[in-house]
């Protein structure tokens, strides 16, 4: 054992004290003094010991106080106590003693051997139960670890179910794009490109950039998620109006709108200006956009905004496939979407990205959803950014 | 006997559509399914028959296992040969296909297999 078991010995006495040591001296003991009740009270608060000696008579308080003071102390509750008396054996002063938490006796003078056997039954239980907390300790770090390293799989797996995810969402553009360009090549060694309507040629390069722009908006989240989990996320505070950032989202999105078949309406008066960090809330406006047109089942899409008291509010309703309330928590989380991802490509990194967008300028987000009929984003933002 | 119908079976629209302009550009007739089922139901309604048919394994609602096991099944289309198109080159060639192309897909590959059905 790297500490030796200590042993608090009480008495106003030092020549008292000093025979104790003597006599415990080649034991492997280590003997604490205290040469007043007070002072056994201070030193028990400081550490830990297998036994006290405690002398009955001491001046100012004596040692049944002593030992009731002990017992009341939380480190010193249950540790036993050996009472040290010179005073005859008398029934009522040894109940006394018992009840004052004492748990044994020694008559002075003392009977060295005696003492030692004693003390030995003490500090052998004394380490018993210290072996006892220690396994039950050992027992607890391990559990705690295990749970740790459950999560930490978990955390893992995860993990590498989105770069399995990320990989295929990066993949799939690869083949149309790189038949693209096959066929071009082939054309024009050929010599047959000239055959083929230029309709067809056109639509044929479109494809491959729509492919692009797919390859890029996967690399666009996957570097948000990036920013987001390194905590290089800065913010660029200014002064604009939210309605007109808004408006432009939508004109950009006018492609994806009309493909997406949903008909989307706008009630977002302008002069919503506030203090925020206009990259981030456009990010915020077109993931919740995408979302809507990717889950709306080509079903009417509501976008609308309003100053309510100190705060901006910003909604998006669909009418599409909705999401379970089971899921509702989920949907926020890194990694996670609601449903399966051969029906809907995407990373399922969007809603986190908005939700921690949001939070970074002070604000929040609610979703109210039911499945099958559709969501509800509410975005609530301090007009003046908290960050 | 000269056939020019080949059917394309598979989920991702972009290789559909790139699929679908390259071939005809070579001269065929090209019919899109986006999932197994779509597939089974193209075989049944349209008449003539493809002399090939392009699939992709995985897909939602039919897959291209569920779709092979509906066709084979069939002796009315049993016989028209299967060109697999998938990234997993074991899974693909485990169904026994009549030709394999891998994704991502290279264009002389994806016609030479359909030429050598579509004589």
């Keep these: ?387 | 006997m000269s056939c020019k119908q080949i059917l394309i079976i598979e989920d991702d629209q972009a290789i559909c559509q790139t699929m679908k302009d390259i071939l005809e550009i070579q001269g065929y007739e090209v019919s899109i399914a986006n999932d197994g089922q779509e597939g089974v139901d193209h075989l049944r309604k349209i008449l003539p028959n493809p002399c090939v048919i392009v699939l992709d394994l995985m897909m939602p609602k039919a897959n291209g296992w569920q779709f092979l096991d509906l066709q084979r099944a069939d002796p009315q289309f049993s016989h028209i040969p299967v060109i697999v198109c998938s990234a997993f080159e074991e899974s693909a060639k485990s169904v026994r296909p009549q030709a394999f192309v891998s994704k991502p897909v290279q264009l002389k590959q994806l016609i030479g297999a359909v030429k050598e059905f579509c004589a």
């Design chain 1, 1 to 387: 054992m790297p500490h030796p078991t200590k042993i608090l010995a009480v008495d106003d006495r030092p020549e008292n004290l000093f025979a104790l040591e003597a006599a415990l001296t080649d034991s492997g003991y280590k003997i604490i003094e205290a040469h007043s009740g007070e002072e056994a009270l201070e030193l028990a608060k400081e550490h830990d010991f297998a036994v006290i000696l405690l002398d009955v008579q001491m001046p100012n308080m004596d040692g049944f106080e002593t030992a009731k003071r002990l017992r009341a102390q939380k480190r010193s509750a249950v540790t036993p106590i050996i009472f040290v008396t010179a005073l005859h054996k008398s029934e009522s002063y040894e109940i006394k003693g018992y009840g004052a938490g004492a748990v044994d006796y020694l008559f002075k003078p003392l009977s060295i051997d005696i003492l030692k056997a004693k003390i030995a039954v003490f500090v052998e239980l004394y380490k018993k139960n210290e072996e006892n907390l220690r396994q039950a300790e050992l027992l607890k770090k391990a559990e705690l670890r295990e749970q740790e390293i459950k999560l930490l799989k978990e955390a893992v797996a995860t993990r590498d179910e989105f770069l399995a995810m990320a990989a295929h969402e990066l993949k799939t553009p690869i083949t149309p794009l790189s038949l693209q360009i096959q066929a071009f090549i082939q054309m024009y060694k050929d010599n047959t490109i000239e055959g083929v309507p230029r309709d067809r040629l056109i639509r044929m390069l479109e494809t491959s950039n729509v492919q692009v722009e797919r390859l890029s908006k996967v690399i666009d989240e996957l570097r948000g998620v990036v920013q987001i989990t390194s905590g290089k996320l800065e913010v660029l505070l200014e002064t604009f109006d939210l309605s007109l950032l808004i408006k432009d989202v939508i004109q950009s999105f006018s492609g994806p709108i009309q493909n997406s078949g949903s008909l989307v309406s706008v009630d977002v008066p302008e002069g919503l200006v506030g203090f925020w960090d206009r990259r981030r809330l456009e990010q915020v406006v077109i993931n919740l956009l995408t979302n809507a047109l990717k889950y709306g089942r080509g079903q009417p899409i509501q976008i609308s905004a309003w100053k309510q008291q100190e705060q901006l509010h910003l909604q998006i309703r669909d009418q599409g496939i909705g999401i379970a309330i089971e899921d509702q928590e989920r949907v926020f989380n890194r990694f996670e979407r609601a449903v399966s991802t051969r029906h809907y490509s995407g990373l399922g990194v969007g809603l986190f990205i908005v939700d921690t967008l949001v939070r970074l300028h002070g604000g929040k987000i609610r979703l109210e959803s039911k499945l099958g009929e559709g969501s509800t984003f509410t975005v609530e933002l301090p007009l003046q950014a908290v960050t």
